[in-house]
């Protein structure tokens, strides 16, 4: 009984120490004997002395300074530090995905690491920058069975739903189950994603966690195809969120020395760069040629180029031909004319609404204006595209395209 107590005085100094000390706030040895008899357990100075040695012979480094004519002592060593309590604390403020409720929670399980002090400090020094939180609280539950899914392979089930103006949730395919296998668990612009392939379609989706009700995981395997997919998660995140699908290539930039940090940016920081004459840099990079990679391109003028390999740096050119030629002109002055301002907030929304209306007029084989007359006036662009855009611009052109096709048929819209 007498080494009982004694495991548990020690566990309960360590969780003193680690609650309430550090360098600024030593603590006592009278106030560890006052604290250790207040919850029944017996304790002296020289105990106190006796207790801390063994600590530190079983790796916890607690130092002894003199506060005043006593001793004090201090937990030294922690996990985290100051800097990495704050940067994990601004790093779940600014995720969107995480509720208002469950981002007080879990920054003051964060806090807490630093001990009492610190954490009064990081919470006082707190500045709330992320309005735009979601309101889903079932997140965790959500990551939780999806995370059980990814570690035993396992197919999942769920139901998909949109926002409505009255902030309702509104349920995709009638409130039908989506069943898919998945890939990965992504976090990209403030969001979490399910990276997902389907079997039936043959491709893959992202949905966005907070976006999905009733995650469930069935007892069914996920395909070959699925498993290979997880092998290359990282190259596809990297191609597919921003850029809205198109075909994968390898292409190699020639651009002026100013321009590296946004490529970088673009690119990661891992990407090589060889110094060229006249101060410009050649650098091979792997990218989807899709509206959003050309848009990117071009921003940059004569600054940037494409030199190979060659059938790209042909597209490269008929781009820069139909932005330049007198008809290219006339429908940019069309879709300057479509109603689109109201309802767009960013220059990526209204490149992302031209990149839909365009290529599901190609889909079709109809007019560009026709079919923006549809999507504006049965309220999908404004009500449905432009909403969305946050879960659609991450999903290939394909899947966008249909989806928009399906929300017509439901609509009974026809071009």
């Given at each position: 009984m007498q080494n009982y107590w004694k495991k548990i005085k020690l566990l309960k100094l360590v969780e003193l120490l680690w609650?309430?000390?550090?360098?600024?706030?030593?603590l006592t040895t009278n106030y560890i004997c006052e604290y250790m008899n207040g919850i029944g357990i017996t304790c002296d100075r020289r105990v106190v002395t006796q207790d801390v040695a063994l600590l530190n012979e079983l790796g916890y480094e607690v130092l002894s300074v003199q506060v005043g004519k006593k001793k004090g002592y201090y937990l030294a060593e922690r996990e985290f530090s100051v800097p990495e309590l704050k940067i994990l604390i601004d790093a779940v403020q600014a995720a969107g995905f995480?509720?208002?409720?469950?981002?007080?929670?879990?920054?003051?399980?964060?806090?807490?690491?630093?001990?009492?002090?610190?954490?009064?400090?990081?919470?006082?020094?707190?500045?709330?920058?992320?309005?735009?939180?979601?309101?889903?609280?079932?997140?965790?539950?959500?990551?939780?069975a999806l995370e059980e899914a990814l570690q035993r392979y396992k197919k999942v089930i769920f139901r998909y739903f949109d926002i409505g103006i009255e902030r309702e949730k509104i349920y995709r395919r009638d409130g039908h189950h989506y069943v898919?296998?998945?890939?990965?668990?992504?976090?990209?612009?403030?969001?979490?994603?399910?990276?997902?392939?389907?079997e039936k379609h043959d491709s893959t989706a992202n949905y966005r966690v907070d976006r999905m009700d009733g995650v469930g995981v069935i007892d069914d395997d996920i395909s070959d195809k699925a498993l290979t997919l997880r092998g290359d998660v990282a190259q596809y995140t990297e191609q597919a969120f921003k850029m809205y699908g198109g075909e994968a290539k390898t292409v190699v930039l020639e651009f002026a020395g100013d321009l590296a940090g946004a490529v970088y940016d673009r690119?990661?920081?891992?990407?090589?760069?060889?110094?060229?004459?006249?101060?410009?840099?050649?650098?091979?990079?792997?990218?989807?040629?899709?509206?959003t990679f050309w848009g990117w391109i071009f921003q940059f003028g004569k600054k940037m180029r494409i030199i190979s390999p060659d059938d790209v740096c042909e597209k490269y050119r008929a781009k820069?031909?139909?932005?330049?030629?007198?008809?290219?002109?006339?429908?940019?002055?069309n879709m300057k004319s479509f109603n689109l301002k109201e309802s767009i907030q960013t220059p990526d929304e209204l490149e992302f609404a031209v990149f839909c209306i365009e290529n599901l007029a190609r889909k079709l084989n109809k007019d560009a204006e026709n079919v923006y007359t549809a999507l504006s006036e049965s309220g999908i662009l404004n009500g449905y595209i432009i909403p969305e855009y946050e879960v659609l611009h991450t999903q290939g052109m394909e899947?966008?395209?249909?989806?928009?096709?399906?929300?017509m048929k439901e609509r009974g819209v026809e071009v």
């Open positions: 609650k309430e000390s550090d360098e600024q706030h030593p995480i509720t208002e409720k469950k981002t007080d929670e879990l920054i003051d399980k964060i806090a807490k690491l630093g001990g009492a002090h610190k954490a009064e400090i990081l919470k006082n020094n707190l500045v709330c920058f992320n309005t735009r939180k979601h309101s889903n609280e079932s997140i965790y539950y959500n990551v939780d898919v296998e998945p890939v990965a668990l992504v976090y990209n612009e403030d969001n979490y994603y399910l990276v997902a392939y389907s690119f990661g920081e891992s990407v090589n760069m060889l110094a060229a004459v006249d101060d410009k840099i050649i650098s091979t990079v792997d990218v989807q040629l899709s509206p820069a031909a139909e932005v330049l030629n007198s008809d290219n002109k006339a429908g940019c002055e899947y966008i395209l249909e989806d928009i096709l399906e929300v």
